[in-house]
């Protein structure tokens, strides 16, 4: 069965930095490309970020380009999100997810994790 | 890449069909024929129930089927059951490994 497990959100304040983790299990983690989805408040999803299998292709949305690493450490099964210059439009639910062979859908998530960016 | 356009809710007695549209550009929904949709209910994790426009994945009931029209996609929910009630949000591919969702749809099962 497959299960992606987030955690690292929290309170930050605004200009701070946060990394999450999302753990994965019941697939092998190594062959699957990974992305982050994020949903504010009261609105719809938002695609974040995706890295390939071997963490040779990654990409960004224009919103959080320059500001987000995100990589991932095959070793441990575990995907990252590294959050640097957060903004109050940075709140939001950030949702791991797997993307199938083809890496045009995501076809597992976890159950997220919140990040509220506050002062 | 602006988000795609669902209507806010939907609602529907137990055993009717329901359809909820996703309406995007022809950039993303009306390019490729890769539009996914997602049951949400809410603490929980988002559920894949339709890709690639009309396709199913394991285990999902048939009751759920996708459909595409030039730039409007639409999932239609047939015999619909109080456990259907949920948020449902559509998603295209939108080239160069980008991705763009709608604002999602409340189902209400009356």
């Known amino acids: 069965e497959v299960q992606l497990v987030e955690s690292g959100g929290g309170l930050v304040q605004p200009g701070g930095s946060l990394r999450l983790s999302c753990v994965a299990s019941?697939?092998?983690?190594?062959?699957?490309?990974m992305s982050w989805v994020r949903q504010a408040p009261g609105k719809g999803p938002e695609w974040v970020s995706t890295i390939s299998g071997s963490g040779g292709n990654i990409y960004y949305a224009d919103s959080v380009k320059g500001r987000f690493t995100i990589s991932r450490d095959n070793s441990k099964n575990t995907l990252y999100l590294q959050m640097n210059s957060l903004r109050a439009e940075d709140t939001a639910v950030y949702y791991c997810?797997?993307?199938?062979?083809?890496?045009?859908?995501?076809?597992?998530w976890g159950q997220g994790t919140l990040v509220t960016v506050s002062s | 890449q602006s988000a795609l356009t669902q209507p806010a809710s939907v609602s529907g007695s137990p055993g009717q069909s329901i359809t909820i549209s996703c309406t995007g550009t022809?950039?993303?929904?009306?390019?490729?024929?890769?539009v996914s949709w997602f049951q949400h209910h809410p603490g929980k994790a988002p559920k894949l129930m339709i890709y690639?426009?009309?396709k199913r994945p394991s285990g999902i009931s048939n009751r759920f089927s996708g459909s595409k029209s030039g730039n409007t996609a639409s999932l239609t929910i047939s015999g619909l059951q109080a456990e259907d009630e949920a948020d449902y949000y559509c998603?295209?591919?939108?080239?160069?490994?980008?991705?763009?969702f709608g604002g999602g749809t409340k189902l209400t099962v009356l």
């Open positions: 690639e426009g009309s």
């Open positions: 022809s950039s993303d929904v009306g390019s490729y024929n890769l």
């Open positions: 997810a797997k993307c199938p062979l083809a890496a045009t859908v995501f076809d597992y």
């Open positions: 998603c295209s591919y939108a080239g160069s490994s980008t991705f763009v």
């Open positions: 019941g697939f092998t983690f190594s062959s699957y490309t």
